[in-house]
């Protein structure tokens, strides 16, 4: 939730438009992390604001530069990222508010009004921006409340991007207050600004006249508790970007002309000084115990199917001699791929420091006070000294590629992110299974192969039991494959929604084997979770769409589902490929037993027809909108499912009710006599998931039950099938493929997620935005 966005171009010219313009997109491709306001703060340099015939100024050294960006603008909107393009056109470059194309640097005039030509806008070599798109958490969604925030208002001289929730800012704000600080906003995260501005005074008023940006932060955000990841700029350190994270997730993106990028690394545990011992960054792949890899490398097969992100070492130099550089610092790839595809994830407690075409990244050092007598917070300093006392060590970080393509961010041929994911689906099922199902030499379904998990196959199938773990659309992923794993595993299989683990304080044992599912690997309550399992000691497994995230870090092994970036807030691709990742895990899992060869077999084909069967089901679309015109003044629709389909009847729910906004209920259809048949009437429309499974007989009944309460009826059942349509002669028919019971979910699905986009733009709503919502939920 949030989306943050930051830019610093060293020794790469760039005019004003060219950075809003670049802030702008960063935003845009970050929207679906929240949409209720947005932002942007950059350096409002004389060389923009004046007409400079100077040359010389062109001339001068980095100091000049620096002395330049003494003004920052400030830029921030209420709603969609397009109301703040609309006010930066209007307010930064004089343009009209029906001009809806680019923003024109000839119309463009300087912050005081005057109206400037396009001759003299300069370009600056040096410019450090910070952007940021908000879902409102502390205070209302209004222009107040949005991100950057700032020092004081006035002079902004330390202003600040946020992604997560400080808890403690409750009492960093009374004492800040008691200090004299005025508060402007309601949020949570002003208080980092404004801390920056109290510490970098007093270590001033101490003679600490040398503090580096990068160590200011770090003593500001040794105060903050809670997640964060947060980007500072300041007018003190201009040219520069401080990047921190713990618990949010940031990514920093590097791009040059020549490949390599300078680094420094003084590898030193550091208590402030600078000193640089420059070192040719070996980035190499360190040993990580996390889904990526598990505890040694994950085996090719595994390796070559990760559509999304792929690790490499990089040679870098350590050149700083007039560096010709782009830093972008974002909340995830999708803002960063158009501009750069080399990355590096930063860790939690991480500090990055970029300027004068440097990065160097820092690890804060868990300790207890190094400097008795000194104080660089609110604590009380005993001799009234305030000095720089966090210590750190400089770390390197691998630089990965990004494989992802700049179209898999884009909507292509179609009018929403929602659509296309959901058209996706037959390729990225496909993308789940590549390298995994292997083939013999026929084109048959042999085996599976799991590299990121073979090496606890054992321990998993010596588990006491399985624990499958998600919210939303992931927890009911982990409802569809239950029965499955049940059946193959032999071993009990519990399924605990992520944000109850804590809740209850759940008893997890050492022999559990907890299986976390997560599209955006990031959700904070699948996290939580994930960090409350492992304290028990289980054995933690990923089920995870995003590469590098927390979640796939955090657990011993998994799998990534590789379904490409799902943009729309509502998770569909995902969904389907879950379920997918999932099989193969059981598959796998069970490969050792004799009696389960014949079963075993008929999935592994079975999967193998599964993207042509989901293709053929979305050739149903104009059928759905046909029904969707039908229902889309409707109030309310129940769906009702058993056995593998009980999770259709509750995912088709949550689709329904999270972009169309009409409410719906997923419900188990053995429940339906003991309550909700009370609701059924003529009126009320009615999904039922009867498609020809062990449970076939069971949904007739269903059906006729609820025919004999003049229920209005959809059937959602297998294309084969004759019998439905006898039972129910007044209802409507939808037909799918059959596959293997166990993949029905993958496909009865579908028809669902179709009605629900249909349902949503009939009824005017936007679906890859729903209201209230975002894509990834990083609070709990
Ligand atoms: C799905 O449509 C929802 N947006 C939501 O329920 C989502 O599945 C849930 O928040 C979990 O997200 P995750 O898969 O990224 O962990």
Known sequence: MCGIFAYLNCGVPKTKKEIVEKLLVGLKRLEYRGYDSAGFAMDDNEKWCEDDDDDDDEEEGGDKKRHDAKKVIVCREVGKIANLEALARKELFGEDDDDENEVKASKSKSSNGRKKSSSS???????????????????????????????????????????????????????????????????????????????????????????????????????????????????????????????????????????????????????????????????????????????????????????????????????????????????????????????????????????????KIYKVEKQKHPHPGYTSGHDSPEYGLYKPVVLSKEVERTIETLEMEVESIMKGEFDHFMQKEIFEQPEAISSTMRGRLVLDVLGAAERVMLGGMSQFAATIRRSRRIILCGCGTSYNSAIAIRQLFEELTELPVTLELASDVLDRRCPFFRDDTCIFISQSGETADTLKALEYAKAKGALCVGIVNTVGSAISRATDCGVHINAGAEIGVASTKAYTCQIVAMVLVALSLSEDSRSKHTRRDDIMQGLLKLPGCVKECLKMDAILLELAQELKEEHSLLIFGRGFNYATALEGALKVKEVALVHSEGILAGEMKH??????????????????????????????????????????????????????????????????????????????????????????????????????????
């Open 121 to 359: 806008i300069k370009p600056l070599d040096f410019c450090a921006s910070i952007a940021h798109t908000r879902w409102a958490t502390h205070g209302p969604p209004n222009k107040i409340n949005t991100h950057p925030h700032t020092s004081d208002s006035r002079e902004n001289e330390f202003v600040v991007v946020h992604n997560g929730i400080i808890t403690n800012h409750a009492p960093l704000r009374a004492m800040l207050e008691r200090r004299g600080m005025k508060f402007e906003t309601d949020t949570d995260t002003e208080v980092i600004p404004k801390l920056c501005k109290f510490l970098s005074d007093k270590f001033e008023e101490s003679g600490e006249k040398d503090v580096t940006f990068r160590q200011l932060a770090m003593e500001v955000t040794r105060q903050l508790q809670g997640a964060y990841a947060l980007v500072f700029k300041s007018t003190k350190y201009p040219g520069e970007l401080v990047a921190a994270k713990r618990g949010s997730p940031l990514l920093m993106g590097i791009s040059d002309d020549s490949g390599e990028v300078s680094c420094v690394i003084d590898g030193n545990l550091s208590d402030g000084a600078e000193e640089d011992v420059l070192l040719k960054k070996a980035s190499g792949n360190k040993k990580r115990k996390s889904m990526t890899g598990g505890a040694a490398a994950a085996p090719a097969a595994d390796a070559d199917t990760t559509t999304t992100t792929t690790r490499i070492t990089t040679t870098t130099t350590t050149t700083t001699n007039n560096p010709k550089v782009e830093f972008y610092f974002a909340s995830d790839a999708s803002a960063m791929v158009e501009h750069t595809k080399r990355v590096l994830v930063l860790e939690d407690d991480d500090v990055c420091h970029c300027h004068d075409g440097t990065y």
């Open 675 to 780: 309550g909700p048949l009370a609701l059924v009437d003529k009126h009320m429309p009615i999904i039922v998931v009867c498609t020809n499974d062990g449970s076939y007989e069971k949904q007739q009944s269903v059906v006729q039950q609820l025919k004999a309460r003049d229920g209005r009826l959809i059937l959602i059942v297998s294309d084969d099938d004759t019998e439905m349509e006898k039972t129910a002669p007044d209802a409507v028919i939808l037909r799918v493929p059959k596959v293997e019971d166990c993949l029905q979910a993958v496909v009865n699905i579908v028809p669902l997620q179709l009605l629900s986009y249909h349902l949503t733009v009939l009824r005017g709503h936007n679906c890859d935005q729903p209201r209230n919502l975002a894509k990834s939920v990083t609070v709990e």
